[in-house]
């Protein structure tokens, strides 16, 4: 049932470019000038009339909810909060007929996203939910429900479900910016077209695996690492560090690049990994004086980079590795990739159970 491969979650990372596939099948019109989401029962004036969006979930789920608020507020202009689900039912959220509340859940069986969907709807919002499980508790008390077409996922540490629900996050601010005129067809083509070409650039970097494979065996022999990035690739580092701790039991932490210096930098000593993604090229510079901050101390730094950076960053790193480019908004679905093979090539290193890490449950069912 691992059709060849050594666990589930390797598995699972390669069934991504699939996943991509399978999300985005029906979804896009025959020209690719629009999205269809016939699943969406909003009608275009509701939809003008949604003055704000908070996305609520656990864990992975909410790191791509990360990505979701930063996708939606450049496509649709609509303003986006992000919160965990545990945190978001206790601090009395201002929930109001015109918020639309986006839960994320693999499973829809989350207790904490479960409850907060409930406050939701208490509270008079309209809830969406993204899940990878049809007939879920989620989905079944959403009023709209997009599927991730990632298929059943049996590792612990989630992958191809955390990409599905990116591209679900794509069509849906590409439906909202039709919707609400803030881009063109053109503007919408363009990401579509993009779009298109994830699957295959993501096959692009799992023939790279076995580089990450060494990469990730010289990481092992750590007990402390960070990550640092800047916009999306800070909500990407998230999750990687997240994914990294999970597996391999090595301690991280992930940073906006800029916030270093307020604290974090008494961290850096001599030898210590520092993972640095930059695939937002507008930002690329800043990052690039980051690192510089952390080699000054020390630090043993990988990049991970857009091709076409490589020369100029590649002079103040220890170690590189590139990923093909995309649009800035699309990148996270090729930049976690690597990061998820760091994360599995690490806990292998390590001895440890890569499907089953101690302490954790596929399904979270308990507040
Ligand atoms: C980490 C992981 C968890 C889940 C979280 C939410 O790899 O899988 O952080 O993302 O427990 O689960 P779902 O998405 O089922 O609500």
Do not use: W
Not at 290 to 304: D, F, M, W, Y
Not at 345 to 364: E, Q
């Amino acid at each position: 049932e691992k059709a060849g491969f050594d666990h589930f979650m390797l598995k699972e990372i390669y069934e991504q470019p699939k996943a991509y596939r399978d999300t985005m099948m029906g979804r896009i019109s025959d020209d690719g000038r629009s999205v269809v989401l016939n699943e969406i029962g909003m009608t275009a004036e509701q939809i003008r009339g949604i003055r704000k969006i908070q996305i609520v979930a656990c864990g992975t789920a909410m790191h791509a909810g990360l990505v979701g608020k930063t996708v939606i507020e450049s496509l649709a202009r609509i303003p986006v909060e992000t919160d965990v689900a545990s945190e978001y039912r206790y601090r009395s959220p201002i929930i109001t007929p015109d918020t639309l509340v986006i839960v994320v859940s693999q499973s829809g069986e989350t207790a904490d996203t479960l409850a907060a969907l409930r406050e939701a709807k208490r509270n008079g919002a309209r809830v969406m939910a993204i899940t990878n499980v049809v007939g879920s508790s989620v989905a079944r008390e959403a009023d709209d429900v997009i599927i991730t077409q990632a298929g059943p996922e049996i590792a612990v540490a989630s992958t191809k479900a955390y990409t599905s629900q990116l591209i679900a996050f794509y069509l849906f601010g590409l439906f909202l910016a039709d919707t609400l005129g803030t881009r063109d067809a053109d503007a919408i083509a363009e990401v579509v077209a993009a779009m298109h070409e994830l699957p295959e650039k993501v096959e692009r970097i799992l023939t790279e695996a076995p580089v990450l494979k060494s990469l990730a065996e010289s990481l092992a022999k750590h007990n402390n690492l960070f990550f640092i990035g800047r916009g999306v690739d800070f909500a990407v580092v998230q999750e990687g560090s997240l994914k990294l701790k999970e597996i391999s039991y090595i301690h991280s932490e992930a940073y906006a690049a800029g916030e270093l210096k307020h604290g974090t930098l008494a961290l850096i000593e001599e030898g210590i990994p520092v993972i640095s993604l930059i695939s937002q090229e507008d930002l690329y510079e800043k990052t690039l004086s980051n690192i510089k901050e952390v080699k000054a101390r020390g630090a043993h730094v990988l990049a991970v980079v857009n091709e076409g950076l490589e020369e100029e960053v590649g002079k103040s790193v220890d170690e590189l590795f590139a990923i093909p480019k995309t649009l800035p908004l699309l990148a996270p679905a090729l930049s976690v990739v690597p990061l998820q093979l760091l994360a599995y090539y690490a806990s292998l290193a390590r001895g440890n159970d890569v499907d089953k890490p101690r302490n954790l449950a596929k399904s979270v069912t308990v507040e």
